[in-house]
């Protein structure tokens, strides 16, 4: 009897180690996969509700924007002598009569 191993046996016992081995790998694949489907998922979700939020702000900055720029037109139609008046017209005769005298 031989003491030692030859070659075909330790391969052989090498090759049926292996194949367990493998087959975990492979599992262990298999579940990263689909916990990776899952985390695309959620990013596709998160992004989208980010963009959502981002195209709320987008509209509410607009609609302040808007009523800025409504209040100034309404702020230039109540300034006391609008610019071409007849009224700024006499104010600025006025003036001028003054810095004469």
Known sequence: MQRTFSRRTFVTGLGMLSIPLIALAQNQNRDNRADDAKNREE?????????????????????????????????RDEVVDGPGTDRSQDRREDRRRDAVK
């Open 43 to 75: 990013k596709k979700e998160e992004a989208e509700e980010k963009a959502k939020e981002n195209e709320e702000k987008r509209d509410e900055a607009k609609d302040e924007a808007k009523d800025k720029a409504e209040d100034a037109v309404d702020d």
